[in-house]
T-cell receptor
């Protein structure tokens, strides 16, 4: 049972380039989340998807778009990367949105030059 | 808005000893959920323990236990018999029962000294 998987693990982009971070979960969870973690900070929510077909903005959505491709997969896209988006990105999932425990993927370290 | 404060950026503990990590939060809600997550050098966030605010009994998971003081809005994590593998960043998090996301503290880096 893989849990939550993320690809890639590391990525370096130049300013203005675009890329998509992939996330998949095999726990049949309904809700999925994207966070970013910056030095000295806790995790901040970028976007979440309460259920297949729905997405909502979190605390820091600017510069990002998401797609809930199906129940398993939730991708995060940077259309025009900026150095301020250098961060570690975590995907998470939970059985339901409300109070369930979230399970996290291993993270993607993104550097934007 | 809810806030979570971890006042100890760094802590250290001798192997086999006990350490307590502090967490306070601010909320006007009476029902909510609290979590401690561990983030080892591998960076993956791992759930350590969870507490429902309506439960008076403190949650425990093996060597990990919490001291939940609802009136004081305090949720500390106690690690007993500390092991080298406990070295990590520890994050306290709050969740409202409404449709709101987890709110994280800034974390406490725990070092375990052999």
């Amino acid at each position: 049972n893989a849990g939550v998987t993320q690809t890639p693990k590391f990525q370096v982009l130049k300013t203005g380039q675009s890329m998509t971070l992939q996330c998949a979960q095999d726990m049949n969870h309904n809700s999925m989340y994207w966070y970013r973690q910056d030095p000295g900070m806790g995790l901040r929510l970028i976007y979440y998807s309460a259920s297949e077909g729905t997405t909502d903005k979190g605390e820091v959505p600017n510069g990002y778009n998401v797609s809930r491709l199906n129940k398993r997969e939730f991708s995060l896209r940077l259309e025009s990367a900026a150095p301020s988006q250098t961060s570690v990105y975590f995907c998470a999932s939970s059985r339901r949105e409300l109070t369930d425990t979230q399970y996290f993927g291993p993270g993607t370290r993104l550097t934007v030059l | 808005a809810q806030t979570v404060t971890q006042s100890q950026p760094e802590m250290s503990v001798q192997e086999a000893e006990t350490v307590t990590l502090s967490c306070t939060y601010d909320t006007s809600e009476s029902d909510y959920y609290l979590f401690w997550y561990k983030q080892p050098p591998s960076r993956q966030m791992i759930l350590v323990i969870r507490q429902e605010a309506y439960k008076q009994q403190n949650a425990t998971e093996n060597r990990f236990s919490v001291n939940f003081q609802k009136a004081a809005k305090s949720f500390s994590l106690k690690i007993s018999d500390s092991q080298l593998g406990d070295a990590a960043m520890y994050f306290c998090a709050y969740r409202s029962p409404q449709n709101t996301p987890l709110v994280f503290g800034k974390g406490t880096r725990l070092s375990v000294i052999a």
